[in-house]
């Protein structure tokens, strides 16, 4: 408990001092914002700054820092390192740059942004690889919700449908009538619920790991045969949106078209992406009381719980929830639970049809013009998920891909930063150094993963520190082109 409330505190601390330095070096002034200049009362809406927080902190959450960081529990105490460092030197500023560098150039999209800066070759495969990955955000976060729906009553495939025509509507509508209206309710359950989960946690003050006593994969010691994941890089794909998530890159726009000052990009942004990173760890201490704990707090009622990490991350939510809040508290906090993904899924979907209508330049104002876009990805994702659900082994697949592709977005995305920064003379580290580790991240899971090349751990490592090498020599030379130019 020690290690979990040193983290708390050093998120904390990292909004107050790192969070104002990084907004210092962006310079945030009284410029007129696009929520202001560009209104259409459809997606350029200017909402008060505590609801664009609210929302902000509900598109990015969805199940990501709940069930990444109960899957990430098996990391151990690990899992505090990343999620505390991850989440203020890489993710908040990510989220925040990307946020706030739409609003310079009137709220576009992330492959407009990448495009300006990395090229219109890249922004080409980026807009591609992006609306791609909405898609999959959209159909994940679909069939994880209307489990624990089904858990409830009525079957799953009943619930799948419902969240689908929700989705429609809610892409379709202008962006105060449901989202403004209702998403800091649900923002306000997935809060509630963090807290109420830390207060037992205060009280109860469990006996757990450390980080100094237990610094590796505890799963892997619990049950060798199965969790066989090293650290790096696997702890780095799995906890995503409790440490950086490239999908907050494609919700910032969003947000970044409802705020009505430049000035409160710091508490809407770092400040969601620090607040997300507190839900994440409170969810990690969770699970390590859940697995580690002893004696563990009586989850063998539930079935496979003495088997470790067999037990799905759903399920622990739903046992825990009912068995630590009481009927009241459950409902609210599966609310937010259930709530998160499918708020998060359906601004994905919106994002994409932003980004699609942004390429083909086409006015969204006129129904017709939107369901020209919404028509083909929401057939798209009824085709991933009929796969899905047809195959054992579906979600898994789907989410491992998600993962990575998550990851890989944000290594774009911290590009197109660094490039930014060193364009506008401003201070470029603290954009190139995580752009430099995800890029390692990455190119090490892909070459490791069984999902992919499946190397060996002797030749993928050294293919990875290879990588990290090019794109160190890569940047030099660029930027020494780049100052020899100007």
């Known amino acids: 408990m020690i290690s979990f409330l040193l983290s708390l505190v050093a998120l904390l601390l990292g909004y107050l001092f790192y969070g104002r330095y990084i907004a210092k070096v962006f310079g945030p002034d009284d410029r007129v914002t696009p929520a202001v200049a560009k209104a259409d009362g459809l997606d350029y809406i200017a909402l008060p700054n505590w609801k664009v927080f609210m929302i902000q902190f509900l598109n990015i959450a969805g199940t990501g820092p709940i069930f990444g960081a109960i899957m990430g529990a098996k990391f151990g105490p690990a899992a505090y390192l990343w999620i505390v460092l991850g989440c203020i030197f890489a993710g908040a500023v990510h989220d925040y740059l990307s946020g706030m560098l739409s609003m310079r150039h009137g709220g576009v999209g992330l492959p407009e942004l990448i495009g300006k800066y990395l090229g219109k070759t890249t922004k080409s495969v980026m807009l591609v690889f992006t609306v791609l990955l909405l898609i999959m955000v959209g159909t994940?976060?679909?069939?994880?919700?209307?489990?624990?729906?089904?858990?409830?009553?009525?079957?799953?495939?009943?619930?799948?449908?419902?969240?689908?025509?929700?989705?429609?509507?809610?892409?379709?509508?202008?962006?105060?009538?449901?989202?403004?209206?209702?998403?800091?309710?649900?923002?306000?359950?997935?809060?509630?619920?963090?807290?109420?989960?830390?207060?037992?946690?205060?009280?109860?003050?469990?006996?757990?790991?450390?980080?100094?006593?237990?610094?590796?994969?505890?799963?892997k010691e619990a049950q060798p045969e199965?969790?066989?994941?090293?650290?790096?890089?696997?702890?780095?794909?799995?906890?995503?949106?409790?440490?950086?998530?490239?999908?907050?890159?494609?919700?910032?726009?969003l947000m970044a078209r409802c705020l009505k000052s430049e000035k409160m990009g710091r508490p809407v942004f770092y400040g969601a992406m620090i607040t997300e990173g507190m839900v994440a760890l409170i969810w990690a201490t969770v699970a390590s009381w859940f697995f580690y704990a002893d004696p563990t707090p009586g989850y063998e009622l539930i079935v496979g719980a003495d088997k470790g990490f067999y037990t799905s991350a759903p399920a622990v939510v739903n046992l825990v929830c009912n068995d630590w809040l009481g009927v009241v508290g459950a409902v609210l906090a599966m609310l937010g639970v259930v709530a998160a993904p499918i708020t998060s899924g359906d601004t994905a979907f919106r994002s994409a049809r932003l980004i699609v209508s942004e390429w083909l330049n086409l006015d969204q104002r006129p129904i017709r013009k939107r369901l020209y876009i919404c028509i083909p990805m929401f057939i798209s994702s009824i085709l991933m998920l009929v796969w899905?659900?047809?195959?054992?082994?579906?979600?898994?697949?789907?989410?491992?891909?998600?993962?990575?592709?998550?990851?890989?977005?944000?290594?774009?995305?911290?590009?197109?930063?660094?490039?930014?920064?060193?364009?506008?003379?401003?201070?470029?580290?603290?954009?190139?150094?995580?752009?430099?580790?995800?890029?390692?991240?990455c190119t090490t899971f892909l070459f490791v993963s069984k999902q992919a090349f499946a190397l060996s751990a002797d030749i993928a490592y050294p293919l990875g520190a290879a990588c990290f090498v090019i794109a160190v020599v890569w940047f030099s030379?660029?930027?020494?082109?780049?100052?020899?130019?100007k």
């Open 140 to 219: 994940v976060f679909v069939y994880s919700p209307a489990e624990i729906l089904h858990t409830m009553g009525g079957e799953t495939m009943m619930w799948v449908a419902i969240i689908f025509c929700y989705y429609i509507i809610a892409t379709m509508l202008p962006i105060d009538k449901i989202i403004g209206k209702f998403y800091p309710i649900f923002a306000f359950s997935l809060l509630f619920m963090a807290a109420a989960l830390m207060g037992v946690l205060l009280i109860k003050m469990p006996q757990l790991p450390e980080l100094w006593t237990h610094l590796y994969n505890m799963g």
């Open 226 to 253: 199965k969790w066989t994941d090293a650290i790096f890089p696997a702890l780095f794909i799995t906890i995503a949106c409790g440490a950086i998530s490239g999908f907050h890159a494609t919700q910032s726009p």
């Open 477 to 485: 030379l660029w930027y020494r082109n780049e100052n020899k130019n």
């Open 388 to 441: 899905q659900i047809e195959n054992p082994d579906g979600f898994n697949t789907i989410w491992q891909y998600f993962g990575w592709s998550n990851q890989t977005l944000s290594v774009f995305t911290l590009w197109t930063l660094t490039v930014y920064l060193v364009r506008n003379k401003k201070p470029f580290w603290f954009t190139l150094v995580p752009a430099l580790f995800m890029t390692t991240v």
